[in-house]
């Protein structure tokens, strides 16, 4: 196997740093594979006591065939860590995996990244690939194509890197302009639009939905599994995005998923079935829903 380099983005979380590296090392590939760690600067004193119990942790590591942690000067926030990272190591290996600390991954993670890695390799019109699958959508194939990018637990080579484009005003524009902001908000089910113009306006910092309109707007592929091979933990507080943690509840799927050069076209099935995804979780009820169950969860915690 033809194994390739992993990144973790790591920041002030402890618990989250030993669980995603915990993970990785139950992969058989980890001890082939080199890992590449960026540890955050704390944004202010009070993150620096856990900032620096995570790189305490993060000089630890072993079990990889080799381990190099960058420790950055300056607080860069998550959104440009992310991309200078990505673009360092994806420029001098030619392809990447990417972990951020509050994923936990199954046993067979790195066997289907590496898989589909090395099968895609010269397909031009996938640029991507996932591991993560939060539908819970039994019917779903083991894997399929889709125009659309997750960012919990990823993969890219550097010729589909290329075509990241930072300028969210420019991609915002061309949906526009194109008449595709429908279509890539799943008909409307969810807001990926009303996210990319927040990220134009400074309201959100996303990298990923940078990314998810770059390689949208190419009319490149997805290569996602459709058994779960990664688990956000993320929802419980510790993090910026930390709402609506059980909508995306899963569990790992615990066997190796084949992988298999698919047709370079997009699984019409899948995509209805995030867009149904989406109307059952995105709804003005379903959100009413949850925002009343937060607040009596809220007021017991403060009974």
Known sequence: MIT???????????????????????????????????????????????????????????????????????????????????????????????????LVVAPHFLDFMNDALEIYKDDPQVGHIHGCEFTRNPALPPTFLIKWTGSWGWATWQRAWQHFNPDGKALLSELEQRGLTRCFDFNGKYGYTRMLRRQTEGRNHSWAIRWNASLYLKDMLSLNAGRSLVVNTGFDGSGTNCDNGEIYTTSLYPERLTVEHLPLTENEAARQAMSDYYARTNSFRSKAVRRIKKEISRIWKIN
């Not at 618990?15 to 590449?36: C, G, I, M, Y």
């Not at 004193?45 to 942790?57: K, L």
Request: hydrophobic residues 40%; charged residues 25%; proline residues 6%.
């Open 4 to 102: 390739a380099p992993v990144i973790l983005f790591v920041y002030n979380r402890p618990s989250h740093t030993k669980a995603v590296l915990r993970s990785l090392l139950q992969n058989p590939p980890a001890a082939e594979s080199d890992l590449f760690v960026y540890s955050d600067a704390p944004a202010d004193d009070g993150a620096r006591p856990a900032v620096e119990e995570v790189r305490r942790i993060v000089r630890g590591i072993s079990g990889f065939r080799s381990v190099t942690v960058t420790e950055r000067e300056s607080n860069y926030g998550l959104a440009r860590n992310v991309i200078e990272g990505v673009t360092d190591v994806v420029n001098r290996f030619g392809r990447v995996i990417v972990l951020e600390d509050d």
